[in-house]
């Protein structure tokens, strides 16, 4: 079964970018990282972003997530354009709305790994579900490493730990920024296994940046940019055709 047919939400839109552009500097130190890049986000899909270094990966993501701000054009996560909101408001969006995945686990020592999964709860003063909060432990296989502090826990099982903390909440996105970048191979697909399950067992969204053809043939689509703009699309990749598609894209860098 596939995603889309298992989660009547697919052909809603999680996010999206029309026209982003984003330039850091003037003048001479002035850098486009993005170019007037238009992309969707649909609810209950797997989305990989590749491309080679500096092709604005990272900056899209984070542009989409709120973290960063556009220079111009629209970044919306479901209908909100981020760029209308206050700084409180975009704070209590991302709490609410968005679950975040990065390379660095950024656990927080002291706390059990059941208190690091429940702590942007905490903060913001509401209680977890405990229904789903059961399920998202149980689909990313940690129910018997709860009551460990990460420095008790392998790399895999603290990223696993990142991962539940990204779902607790239930949020209508989750952005991926090189998730699997500090993992071994094992680990890495494990991590890759568990974001994969959360899109087709409880209809989660996910945009993950990743440089690894094997980390984006996990993915429903992977989207691909060059030079800050969106230069193709593969849907139902493997680890082979998204290979030779990023060989296509070095050997036109080459010759231009």
């Not at 981020?82 to 700084?87: P, R």
């Not at 950024?106 to 209680?127: Q, S, V, Y």
């Not at 053809?213 to 849907?235: C, K, M, N, Q, T």
């Amino acid at each position: 079964m596939t995603t889309t047919t298992a989660h009547p939400t697919a052909t809603a839109t999680a996010a999206r970018a029309v026209d982003l552009s984003k330039v850091y500097g003037d003048g001479e130190t002035r850098v486009v990282a993005l170019d007037a890049v238009s992309v969707e986000f649909r609810a209950g899909e797997f989305t990989a972003i590749m491309g080679p270094s500096g092709s604005g990966k990272s900056t899209l993501m984070h542009c989409m997530a709120g973290l960063d701000t556009v220079s111009s054009g629209s970044a919306r996560i479901g209908d909100t354009e981020l760029s209308a909101l206050k700084d409180k408001q975009l704070t209590k969006l991302r709490r609410d709305k968005i679950g975040f995945v990065f390379q660095a686990f950024n656990l927080l020592p002291t706390l059990t790994a059941a208190e690091n999964i429940t702590l942007p709860m905490d903060i913001a003063g509401r209680k977890a579900d405990k229904q789903w909060l059961d399920r998202v432990v149980d689909t990313v296989g940690l129910s018997e490493r709860l009551s460990h502090r990460p420095s008790q826990l392998s790399g895999g099982q603290q990223q696993r730990v990142a991962v539940a903390r990204a779902l607790a909440s239930r949020p209508e996105i989750i952005f991926a920024d090189e998730p699997t970048g500090n993992l071994d191979s094992r680990s890495g697909a494990e991590i890759l296994g568990f974001l994969r399950n959360s899109v087709k067992e409880l209809g989660q969204t996910v945009v993950m940046v990743t440089h690894d053809p094997v980390a984006a043939s996990y993915a429903d689509r992977v989207v691909f940019l060059a030079d800050g703009r969106i230069v193709d699309e593969l849907h139902g990749p493997t680890a082979d055709t998204v290979l030779e598609r990023m060989k296509r894209f070095d050997a036109k860098g080459r010759t231009s």
